[in-house]
T-cell receptor, first 112, second 113 residues
Framework: GQQLNQSPQSMFIQEGEDVSMNCTSSSIFNTWLWYKQDPGEGPVLLIALYKAGELTSNGRLTAQFGITRKDSFLNISASIPSDVGIYFCAGLEETSGSRLTFGEGTQLTVNP | GAGVSQTPSNKVTEKGKYVELRCDPISGHTALYWYRQSLGQGPEFLIYFQGTGAADDSGLPNDRFFAVRPEGSVSTLKIQRTERGDSAVYLC???????????FGAGTRLSVL
Protein backbone atom coordinates (compact mmCIF):
# COMPACT_ATOMS: atom_id res chain seq x y z
CA GLY A 1 0.00 0.00 0.00
CA GLN A 2 0.98 3.61 -0.40
CA GLN A 3 3.10 5.18 2.30
CA LEU A 4 4.34 8.68 2.82
CA ASN A 5 7.99 9.53 2.21
CA GLN A 6 9.41 10.21 5.65
CA SER A 7 12.98 11.30 6.36
CA PRO A 8 15.37 10.77 7.85
CA GLN A 9 14.98 7.06 8.59
CA SER A 10 17.07 7.39 11.74
CA MET A 11 18.77 10.05 13.82
CA PHE A 12 21.40 9.85 16.54
CA ILE A 13 21.68 13.05 18.57
CA GLN A 14 23.02 14.36 21.85
CA GLU A 15 20.70 15.36 24.65
CA GLY A 16 19.80 19.04 24.32
CA GLU A 17 19.99 19.15 20.53
CA ASP A 18 17.09 20.07 18.29
CA VAL A 19 15.64 17.58 15.81
CA SER A 20 13.73 17.98 12.59
CA MET A 21 11.97 15.36 10.47
CA ASN A 22 9.59 15.64 7.54
CA CYS A 23 7.11 13.86 5.34
CA THR A 24 6.19 14.38 1.72
CA SER A 25 3.52 12.98 -0.54
CA SER A 26 2.52 13.13 -4.17
CA SER A 27 -1.13 13.42 -3.06
CA ILE A 28 -2.98 16.23 -1.31
CA PHE A 29 -3.77 15.65 2.34
CA ASN A 30 -6.56 17.21 4.42
CA THR A 31 -5.09 16.30 7.79
CA TRP A 32 -1.55 15.64 8.97
CA LEU A 33 -0.82 13.81 12.21
CA TRP A 34 2.40 13.04 14.04
CA TYR A 35 2.57 9.94 16.26
CA LYS A 36 5.27 8.46 18.52
CA GLN A 37 5.58 4.72 19.03
CA ASP A 38 7.52 3.06 21.82
CA PRO A 39 8.51 -0.63 21.66
CA GLY A 40 5.54 -2.95 22.25
CA GLU A 41 3.07 -0.08 22.19
CA GLY A 42 0.71 1.44 19.71
CA PRO A 43 1.27 4.88 18.16
CA VAL A 44 0.43 7.80 20.46
CA LEU A 45 -0.74 11.07 18.94
CA LEU A 46 1.59 14.05 19.42
CA ILE A 47 0.18 16.77 17.16
CA ALA A 48 -2.72 17.11 14.71
CA LEU A 49 -2.81 19.64 11.85
CA TYR A 50 -5.96 20.49 9.91
CA LYS A 51 -5.23 23.52 7.71
CA ALA A 52 -2.60 24.31 5.10
CA GLY A 53 0.06 26.55 6.60
CA GLU A 54 -0.98 25.72 10.16
CA LEU A 55 1.84 25.76 12.71
CA THR A 56 1.07 24.00 16.00
CA SER A 57 3.12 23.45 19.16
CA ASN A 58 2.83 20.92 21.95
CA GLY A 59 5.47 21.63 24.56
CA ARG A 60 8.88 21.15 22.92
CA LEU A 61 7.25 19.84 19.74
CA THR A 62 6.29 22.01 16.79
CA ALA A 63 4.72 20.79 13.56
CA GLN A 64 3.59 22.48 10.38
CA PHE A 65 1.11 21.60 7.64
CA GLY A 66 2.76 22.54 4.34
CA ILE A 67 1.03 25.14 2.19
CA THR A 68 0.97 22.78 -0.79
CA ARG A 69 -0.88 20.24 1.45
CA LYS A 70 1.67 17.63 0.34
CA ASP A 71 4.15 17.87 3.18
CA SER A 72 4.60 18.35 6.92
CA PHE A 73 7.50 18.64 9.32
CA LEU A 74 8.01 17.99 13.02
CA ASN A 75 10.60 19.74 15.17
CA ILE A 76 11.66 18.67 18.66
CA SER A 77 13.62 21.24 20.62
CA ALA A 78 16.07 20.59 23.46
CA SER A 79 15.79 16.80 23.18
CA ILE A 80 15.80 14.62 26.30
CA PRO A 81 16.42 10.87 26.68
CA SER A 82 12.70 10.04 26.88
CA ASP A 83 12.25 11.42 23.35
CA VAL A 84 13.75 8.13 22.13
CA GLY A 85 11.33 6.19 19.95
CA ILE A 86 9.92 5.97 16.45
CA TYR A 87 8.09 8.98 15.08
CA PHE A 88 5.50 8.51 12.34
CA CYS A 89 3.77 11.03 10.18
CA ALA A 90 0.29 10.09 9.03
CA GLY A 91 -2.31 11.78 6.93
CA LEU A 92 -5.83 11.68 5.64
CA GLU A 93 -5.84 12.03 1.87
CA GLU A 94 -8.39 14.18 0.14
CA THR A 95 -9.80 11.07 -1.57
CA SER A 96 -9.20 8.31 0.97
CA GLY A 97 -12.05 8.86 3.35
CA SER A 98 -11.08 7.95 6.90
CA ARG A 99 -8.11 5.66 6.45
CA LEU A 100 -4.74 6.98 7.58
CA THR A 101 -1.65 6.69 5.38
CA PHE A 102 1.56 6.42 7.39
CA GLY A 103 5.19 7.22 6.73
CA GLU A 104 7.87 4.61 7.35
CA GLY A 105 9.00 6.23 10.56
CA THR A 106 12.04 8.05 11.96
CA GLN A 107 13.95 6.17 14.66
CA LEU A 108 15.29 8.73 17.13
CA THR A 109 18.14 7.93 19.53
CA VAL A 110 19.16 10.50 22.14
CA ASN A 111 22.51 10.07 23.84
CA PRO A 112 22.65 11.49 27.38
CA GLY B 1 -8.28 1.80 31.59
CA ALA B 2 -10.19 3.90 29.12
CA GLY B 3 -8.00 3.23 26.08
CA VAL B 4 -8.29 0.82 23.17
CA SER B 5 -7.73 -2.74 24.38
CA GLN B 6 -6.46 -5.55 22.17
CA THR B 7 -6.23 -9.22 23.02
CA PRO B 8 -4.20 -11.30 22.94
CA SER B 9 -1.05 -9.20 23.09
CA ASN B 10 0.88 -12.01 21.45
CA LYS B 11 -0.30 -14.92 19.34
CA VAL B 12 1.85 -17.72 17.99
CA THR B 13 0.26 -20.09 15.51
CA GLU B 14 1.19 -22.62 12.88
CA LYS B 15 0.91 -22.12 9.17
CA GLY B 16 -2.56 -23.04 7.97
CA LYS B 17 -4.34 -22.38 11.28
CA TYR B 18 -7.20 -19.97 11.92
CA VAL B 19 -6.78 -17.01 14.32
CA GLU B 20 -9.03 -14.37 15.82
CA LEU B 21 -7.79 -11.05 17.15
CA ARG B 22 -10.02 -8.93 19.36
CA CYS B 23 -10.34 -5.17 19.76
CA ASP B 24 -12.28 -3.28 22.45
CA PRO B 25 -12.55 0.36 21.37
CA ILE B 26 -12.85 3.39 23.61
CA SER B 27 -16.39 3.52 24.98
CA GLY B 28 -18.67 5.59 22.78
CA HIS B 29 -16.37 5.63 19.76
CA THR B 30 -18.39 4.80 16.66
CA ALA B 31 -15.47 4.40 14.24
CA LEU B 32 -13.05 1.46 14.50
CA TYR B 33 -10.01 0.73 12.35
CA TRP B 34 -7.64 -2.19 11.82
CA TYR B 35 -4.07 -1.68 10.61
CA ARG B 36 -1.17 -4.07 10.06
CA GLN B 37 2.41 -3.11 10.89
CA SER B 38 5.32 -5.11 9.55
CA LEU B 39 8.76 -4.84 11.14
CA GLY B 40 10.41 -1.52 10.34
CA GLN B 41 7.35 -0.14 8.58
CA GLY B 42 4.51 2.20 9.36
CA PRO B 43 1.02 0.81 9.93
CA GLU B 44 -1.00 -0.04 6.81
CA PHE B 45 -4.76 0.25 6.68
CA LEU B 46 -6.85 -2.91 6.53
CA ILE B 47 -10.50 -2.06 7.26
CA TYR B 48 -12.69 0.59 8.88
CA PHE B 49 -16.08 0.25 10.58
CA GLN B 50 -18.62 2.97 11.16
CA GLY B 51 -21.00 1.40 13.66
CA THR B 52 -21.65 -2.21 12.73
CA GLY B 53 -20.88 -1.94 9.04
CA ALA B 54 -17.57 -2.06 7.21
CA ALA B 55 -17.37 1.34 5.54
CA ASP B 56 -14.06 0.63 3.79
CA ASP B 57 -12.41 -2.79 3.50
CA SER B 58 -10.11 -1.89 0.64
CA GLY B 59 -6.98 -2.67 2.65
CA LEU B 60 -7.74 -6.33 3.34
CA PRO B 61 -5.02 -8.20 1.42
CA ASN B 62 -7.14 -11.17 0.32
CA ASP B 63 -10.22 -13.22 1.19
CA ARG B 64 -8.45 -15.03 4.02
CA PHE B 65 -8.91 -11.85 6.07
CA PHE B 66 -12.31 -10.91 7.48
CA ALA B 67 -13.48 -8.61 10.28
CA VAL B 68 -16.76 -8.15 12.10
CA ARG B 69 -18.26 -5.69 14.56
CA PRO B 70 -21.71 -7.15 15.21
CA GLU B 71 -22.87 -4.79 17.98
CA GLY B 72 -20.97 -1.69 16.95
CA SER B 73 -18.45 -1.97 19.77
CA VAL B 74 -16.02 -4.91 19.99
CA SER B 75 -14.46 -6.03 16.72
CA THR B 76 -12.79 -9.29 15.74
CA LEU B 77 -10.27 -9.65 12.94
CA LYS B 78 -10.27 -13.20 11.57
CA ILE B 79 -7.51 -14.75 9.50
CA GLN B 80 -8.02 -18.13 7.86
CA ARG B 81 -5.32 -20.51 6.66
CA THR B 82 -2.56 -18.32 8.09
CA GLU B 83 0.67 -17.92 6.14
CA ARG B 84 4.12 -16.96 7.39
CA GLY B 85 3.75 -13.64 5.56
CA ASP B 86 0.84 -12.78 7.84
CA SER B 87 3.28 -12.34 10.73
CA ALA B 88 3.04 -8.72 11.88
CA VAL B 89 1.62 -6.49 14.59
CA TYR B 90 -2.10 -5.95 14.10
CA LEU B 91 -3.19 -2.58 15.46
CA CYS B 92 -6.71 -1.44 16.24
CA UNK B 93 -7.76 2.21 16.56
CA UNK B 94 -11.00 3.97 17.38
CA UNK B 95 -12.32 7.50 17.05
CA UNK B 96 -15.48 9.34 18.11
CA UNK B 97 -16.55 9.51 14.49
CA UNK B 98 -15.01 9.00 11.08
CA UNK B 99 -13.26 12.35 10.83
CA UNK B 100 -11.74 12.50 14.29
CA UNK B 101 -8.32 11.60 15.59
CA UNK B 102 -7.65 7.85 15.80
CA UNK B 103 -6.48 6.40 19.12
CA PHE B 104 -4.48 3.20 18.91
CA GLY B 105 -4.27 0.08 21.05
CA ALA B 106 -0.98 -1.65 21.85
CA GLY B 107 -1.55 -4.22 19.11
CA THR B 108 -1.45 -7.99 18.79
CA ARG B 109 1.85 -9.44 17.67
CA LEU B 110 1.04 -12.41 15.41
CA SER B 111 3.75 -14.92 14.63
CA VAL B 112 3.01 -17.65 12.09
CA LEU B 113 5.53 -20.49 12.27
Amino acid sequence: GQQLNQSPQSMFIQEGEDVSMNCTSSSIFNTWLWYKQDPGEGPVLLIALYKAGELTSNGRLTAQFGITRKDSFLNISASIPSDVGIYFCAGLEETSGSRLTFGEGTQLTVNP
Amino acid sequence: GAGVSQTPSNKVTEKGKYVELRCDPISGHTALYWYRQSLGQGPEFLIYFQGTGAADDSGLPNDRFFAVRPEGSVSTLKIQRTERGDSAVYLCASSPNAKNIQYFGAGTRLSVL
